[in-house]
Every structure is written in C-alpha cells, then in structure tokens.
C-alpha cells in the first residue's frame, strides 16, 4: 500500500462513529466533557469501519500447508475454526485454552516433559468480529514433526470425548479470573479494555459482567464446545521448516 493510499484510509475511518474515548480516573465529567467537545466536535461523521466484515469461508476438510525457511526449529500448528466475540461459546473456549497453555498443562507435561518431543507447546483462543480460530501449537526439531502433530490430534480427540477433568476447569477457571482481577487494577487497562469492549458492540460494562460468563461454564459445557470446535474433519495443519 502506498503512502497516499494509508492517508486516504486514515483520513475514512478517523471519524467520530469509528471511536471510543474511555476516561478513568478522578476527574471532573464536566470539563472532561466539554474538553473533548472542543476538541472533536468539529470532525464530521463517515462510513462505520466496522460494518460489512465478512467471514472467511468455511473449513470443511483436512488441509495441509509445509513451507520451507532458513530455520533451524520446526513450528507445526493445527488449527480449527474459531467463534467470535459475541458468541456465548467464546467462555467455554478460552477456558479450554488456559487449561492447555501453561507449564502444568496436559498438553506441556505429555509434549514436553514425558516425550520430550517439543521445546515449547500450547493453544491459542483468536476471536474476532468474524469468527477466528482455535489452535495447538508448538517448536520442535524437524524430525519430530510428525510425532508432535499426532499427539496434537490425540489431545482434540481426548477433549471432543472427556472435554477438562473438574481439577483442569477450576484452576483454568482460577488463572482466567485472577489475571483478569490483575489487570482491572490499572487504569490504562481498565480504560483500553472498557474503549475496545464499546467499540466492538459488546457494551463498555462488559468487563464488569463476563467473570460470571466464564464462573458459569460447565465440565458438560466443555465437551460439547470441544466437540462443536475441534472437529478431526476441519482442521489445518500448517508447519514450517527448515530446508
């Protein structure tokens, strides 16, 4: 994209209905008000950025993406169809996340640990507007591709038949809440998320509300979001390598 191409894209989407102002802090609303009136008042409305976003089409089947780099580690991801941000399944799935990504998981203790088949491994939770994607994923030495990959799609299989034990979902449960709490103690944050949750359509109290969303989801939730997501017949599998 060229220069004069950028400008003209800044100058359609800075208009006020593409933007949310969030002021936390002890302030006076008033002159917080009336500065920001003088100060954007004049801009003039346009098209909303927002509107019209069209979704990716459909995985329907297994598809495989190799590509070679001058890399000395291997990266293999299986991904699969994601849900948004609007969509009450979002709860269910980055709870599944948090159950596969850290040092304690299942996923790091088989993988890493009792195999010794990857230098790093876990799960990603993308959502969007539009639906993203949910993916396992991992750094190993290039012989051990295959190998990860069929554990990889040994743990979906595990978690579409027996979804998180009770143990799993509680302390997933627990880091969610926790970091979330964490990160509600700065203004700047509390701020950025409350600006991105109105922006986004999901309403600038959201934050106050969702910790409930994720306390209320169930081992029975679990499962059938695991077997709605990580379906062995939509998936892909992309790995690069080195030549």
């Not at 169930?218 to 077997?227: C, F, G, K, P, S």
Request: one cysteine or more; aromatic letters at 6%.
């Amino acid at each position: 994209m060229q220069a004069e191409d950028i400008r003209a894209l800044h100058r359609r989407l800075t208009v006020p209905n593409n933007c949310v102002l969030a002021v936390f802090g002890d302030i006076d609303v008033e002159n917080v008000r009336a500065s920001v009136e003088r100060a954007f008042g004049s801009l003039a409305p346009g098209a909303e950025a927002l509107n019209g976003l069209s979704p990716a089409e459909p995985v329907r089947e297994v598809k495989r993406m190799v590509e070679n780099r001058d890399k000395k580690q291997a990266v293999l991801v299986v991904g699969f169809q994601g849900t948004t941000l609007h969509h009450e399944d979002r709860y269910a799935l980055e709870l599944i996340q948090e159950a596969l990504s850290d040092l304690g998981s299942r996923l790091f203790m088989r993988v890493r640990e009792k195999l010794g088949l990857a230098y790093y491994v876990g799960a990603q939770n993308f959502l969007g507007l539009v639906p993203g994607y949910f993916a396992l994923y991992a750094g190993t030495e290039p012989e051990k591709v295959a190998l990860v990959e069929a554990e990889m799609l040994l743990e979906a299989e595990a978690l579409r038949k027996d979804g998180l034990s009770e143990q799993e979902l509680k302390r997933s449960k627990a880091k969610v809440l926790g970091q979330k709490k964490i990160a509600r103690q700065d203004l700047g944050n509390y701020a950025m998320n409350a600006a991105l949750d109105e922006l986004y359509g999901l309403g600038f109290q959201h934050g106050d509300i969702e910790d409930a969303k994720y306390e209320a989801v169930t081992l029975h939730d679990i499962r059938i979001v695991a077997e709605k997501y990580l379906r062995r017949d939509a998936l892909v599998v992309a790995i690069i390598q080195p030549e």
